[in-house]
């Protein structure tokens, strides 16, 4: 049993798990979506790129509004109408955008499939939970309504809800938030998708339920051979979980690279921020180090880093021209950053972040 950052414990190793393959599932490049408001346009993703290979756990996160369930949506197609969407968004190399609403509600819950992050708000509280299992099959296959209840009481067995058949019978109201969570996950891979996107699975959890829920993607990922996109505000989740982080900041991606990389060698100030404000189970009493400010509005975005107020590294460059994503001294990790070779300098990064009284 492996031990996370935020103290959850998760039963499985990632390393026990299936290794992600190479081929593409899902590739996303320069995904932007901006909301008309009355106050102006809201610049919700900016610029979003990145791929999912088969049975790939790939961590998205971020701060609240920082665009990791929007970008989610915009993949499900789940936006409404009011989005303004450009990019490319590609599915086993078709171009998911271009495709009809028909052929994309195909897509949807067949190939691509979320499990929400409220299961209270997600699942209908006027019907069984066995007849929204069997509704997520036949919406997709045209089979006896029997069948489609077999394969539900399969997948709440194979997320571990006790007496199956029984609780198919049973409403939203009559489960915990963990039961809730594990039927989500059954209706998610009751398809056999190729992708999960989990936004937020262990929110209001207790840190019991969370590693039983983490445990359990993991396990099901093996069963049906897909790969997650894990969208969370955990850094401990992350690195008992996924293979790969994507760190957004005000609609962008800033940093990305195997988890191991990233965690060890952070070359973004808002990772190193975000890495440095977790509390470590290695050191008891050790002050956390917050990070100073808030983001910014994304109507009316600051010129040059977003990151810019917030960091201790910012000088006159920063505040003029936003940085790209490039490649840091490894080719596998990028950081959106003018000064991440300070960074790589340093041998605690998260000291840039501490106050002089903490320093001296």
Known sequence: MTTNTRGVHIGRRLSDSKRPGETEILKVENLQVSFPTDD??????????????????????????SGKSVSSMAVMGLLPKSARISGSIRYRGEDVLAMSERKRRGLRGRKIAMVFQDPMTALNPVHTIGDQLAEAVLAHDLIPRKDALARAKEMLDLVGIPQAEARLRSYPHEFSGGMRQRAMIAMAIINN??????????????????????????????????????ITHDLGVI???????????????VEIGEVDQVFARPRMPYTVGLLGSIPSAAVSGERLQPIKGTPPSLINLPPGCPFSPRCPLADDQCRTAEPPM?????????????????LAEATDPTAFFRTNSETS
Do not use: F
């Open 40 to 65: 102006g346009l809201v610049q919700a993703v900016r610029g979003v790129s990145y791929t999912v290979r088969e049975r790939e756990v790939l961590g998205i996160v971020g701060e609240s509004g």
């Open 239 to 253: 690195a008992g979980m996924a293979h790969r982080i994507l760190v957004m900041y005000a609609g962008k991606p």
């Open 326 to 342: 490039a490649e840091t001294e490894s080719g596998t990790q990028l950081a959106a950053c003018h000064h991440w070779p300070k």
């Open 193 to 230: 998708p190729d992708m999960i996107i989990a936004d937020e699975p262990t929110t209001a959890l207790d840190v019991t339920v969370q590693a039983q829920i983490l445990e359990k993607l993991l396990e099901v990922k093996d069963a049906v051979d897909a790969a997650i996109v894990l």
